[in-house]
Every structure is written in C-alpha cells, then in structure tokens.
C-alpha cells in the first residue's frame, strides 16, 4: 500500500516537472507583435540581389558559346568551374553573357543565333513564363544558410522572377523584332547528368537591344 | 541407443532446415551485401553505412511497434499517418505554439513539452485503435484503416495542407546530431529495441503478448485480460510511430503533410522479413531489427544501383512476397 503511494506521488512530480518545464504563456499582442518586426522581406532582399550583387557579377559571367564548347570538350571539370547549385542533385545553374541575332519571336521566347559562333547555335531567351530558382542560383552568391527557413529562400526566387518578368522584360518584348542583334545576360539550367545543349533556354537577368 | 537409432540422414536434414531456417533473414542480408558491394563500391563505406542506418532507425521505431501488434495476430496499418500527425503536433506547438485570442493568451511550447504532446498524440491515436478493436470487434485491418484515414485529415487539417519548417537548431539536433560516434537516431532506435526485447522475452507482459496471438482464447481462459494487452500493445505502437515522426520531422526541420505515406508497408515488410508469423504468436524484434535493415539495404542497393524508384517498388514487392512464402513454407514444416 505504501509503495503503491510512493509509485504515485513519484509519477505526480514527474509529470508536473515535465507539465512545467513544457509550456510558457505569453500576451497573444505582444507575441505578435514581436513577430511582425521579425519577419523577412523577400521583396527587398530580392531587389538588393538583383542590383547590388549580381549586376556586378553579370559582366564576369562565361560566354555562352564558350561555355557550351567547354561542356563538350570538358563536361566535368567545366561543370565545377562554372556552375552553381544547391544540395547534391544534377540539376546545376550557369551565369551566362551573351551576343546574338534575333530569328523568331515565340508567345513565350525569343529565339537568338549567337554571334560568331561557327556551330550556329540557336538558344532561347525566356520572354514569358519565368520560374524556378535559376537566377537566384547560378551566381552562387546567396547562401541558405543566411535564411532561417525555407520558406523565405523560396520566396526570393519568387520575388526574382517577379522583378525579372515586371522590369527586364516587358521593356524588351515590346521593342524586339526579328534580325535585332540582342545583348543578353541571365542563368541557364543544366542537367549534369544527362548534359543537352540542344534547347539551351536563358532565364535573363539582362537584356539589350543593340542594332535594330 | 534409442536417440542414436534415431539420428537418420533424413532427420539431420530437418535439424539443419530448421537451424538455416531461423538464419534465414541473416543469411539473406549477407548475400544481399555481398552482393551489392560487388556492383557499387560506394556501398562499403562508413559514410554509407552510417547513412542507411540513419534511414533505418524510422522504420525500425515503427516496426518494433508492428512487430508487438502482429505478435497479438493483429495488424497495424495507421502508423505512417500517425507518424505524419505526430510529428505536424511537434512542429506545429514548437513552432507556433497555441493562440487563444480570447483571452489574448499564447501558449509557447518548449522543446520537451511539443516532443511530449507529439508522443501522446500517437499513444492516444494507438489506444484508440486499441479500444475499438477490443470494445467494438472491430477487425484490427479496419479499425486502424480508418485511423490511418482519420489521422492523414487531421494532418492536412493542423497543417492546412503546407510543411511547418524552421524548428531550430536543438529541435534538429534529434534527428541529425550524433552522441558518441553514433547517429542520435540510430541510439533512440537503438534503446527503442533494447527495450522491446527485454519487454518482449523477460517480462510477463511479454508473455501475455505471445500468447495472445498463438492461442488467443487459451489466453482468455488462463485468465489473461486479453483487452488490456491489446490496447497497451496499439497505443506502444502509437507511440513508437509517433516517436518516428518526431525523428522524420527533425531530420527534414520541417513537418511534411504527405510524411509516412506507405511507412506502414515498409513496417510491416519489416516484421514478415524478419519472420514474425503474421497470424500471431510466433516472430522477434531482433528479427525485426533484421528485416528492417535488409529493405534499408535494399532500398539504399538500388539507389546506388542507378535503379528507377518504379523498378525499387517492384523488387520490394516481391521481397516481400518471398518472405511471407517462406515464412508459410516454415509454418508448414514446423
């Protein structure tokens, strides 16, 4: 009998040791409020990258046909070169610059045939549909662990590409024509895996008309 | 001279049938190593290793779990939803805690107290698997069916259909911190089946649990309360997938809503590898523990092996289907 009293007073401070030691409470506006002045500004943090990080870098950016030239010549030690990515997976980003003639206009691309390329290479610039976190990536410049969850990593990407669709391109679709000799500058996404250099679509950051 | 008369080549034969019999979960993890090593050279090595048993440690939480209720000829097949919803309550109460904006009240949640309600959310799931199985005759396959329905809901529900992420460092720490050289997860689901052995081979209800499924009426009549062990049985099942949960949604820092979905499967693959006989009575955790690592190796073989997901499916299939071949094969020579 007393051991069975003992066996509960036993259980009964423990469980108010762990009741304890498991909750806290707190004013729900003061909560709140904390919580609004913490929160992350992608939109900002979006803006800034695009202006202050990676314009900088764009004019360092590899020459797109002298980048595809590397992949086929050297794929693995080009890829490690030259491209960037998050985690372990085969998908990898390259910044890259570029020059070239205007041949078709697309519902959502342009397409270009790079200068003084002798493989005429006709690649894409992406004039609609821009998604993914190929800009955000390819730079290598931001990293995740500046962020404290994934959610506002995301949200950069998406906030990029909102910038990219509202300010670099509407500008561009609305002057470009077919034989316009363009500047560009933006990411691309390969497979290292599976490298295919045969619908090469630049996601572009920059975008110039220099002869029309 | 009797046992001497006795000891004919054919007799030998079934001594050493039965001996290769009870090893057969080993040998076929040898074999399978073997010959996986022999086609990736990644497989043999500690980082590897360590890697598998880290993807292991969940499954072998919930089939020790699995292996208790199909050890009462019961079956399980909630876990995965009740890992899924375990861990949302962890993530969610750590993170967000509770809002009581009537009373302009916040209840935060300390590590201990969210990983507390998470377990208690899968024991209470578990009994009441347990209770309406033993209180409404419910076919164990249905009741847990139906919780398997009802906790996937409740997950979409607290979670409102996104992932709960960023649950901090300590928080992570328990699916992704190592204590001694070892994995924290491989010493949770390390204690995990220390414990069940000992509860399952040294203890009365241990015994209680065995006998059940061999014989479940004998049980009633020697005077077992059969529905007290049964509901003790589902709500440590509960638990121990709810303690998966908390482990998963660690190591991912972040509460999946689709998390543990086919989990059950792999529990109960697990459990028929490890030759626990799926009509009650007969089986080990240590088998278990065995069968748990062979699909871990399997699983971890393919990727390494370049194999489609599709295709890993279909092997898993089948392995399963040997298994419980043999284990009938068994049965019938027994």
Redesign the interface.
Known sequence: MQKKAIKNIAAIVLLLV?AY???????????KAAAVSKEFDAVTYASNYLTVKLTPQLSNAIELQELIQKVHAEPESTFQKYSHALGIGNIKYFLVKGEGVITAIGDDAVSLLLKNDSAQKEIKIATEFVFGNAVRDASGLININEF????DFNNVSAEINKIIRSEVLPPFKSRVKKGDLVQFAGAIELNQAHVSLEEIEVVPVGLKIVKQ | MQALAKSTPESNMKKYGSSLAKFQSLIALVILCLTISLLSDKFFTVDNAWNVMRQISVNICIATGMTLVVLTAGIDLSVGSVLALAGAITAGLLRN?I???A????????L???V??GLLTGALLGAFNGWTITRFKVPPFVATLAVLTIARGFTMLWTKGFPI??LGENFAFLGTGWFLGIPLPVWISGIIVIAAVVVTNKTRFGRYVYAIGGNENAAKLSGININRIKIAVYTIAGGLAAIGGIIVTSRLD?AQPNAGITYELDAIAAVVIGGTSLSGGRGSIMGTVLGAIIIGVLNNGLVLLNVSPFWQQVVKGFVILLAVMIDKANSKND
């Open positions: 762990v030691n498991s909750v806290y409470f707190k004013k729900l506006d003061e909560v404290n969850n994934t959610m | 805690g809002e009581i904006p009373g302009n009240l916040y209840i935060g949640f300390t201990l107290g969210a507390v309600a992420s960023s972040s």
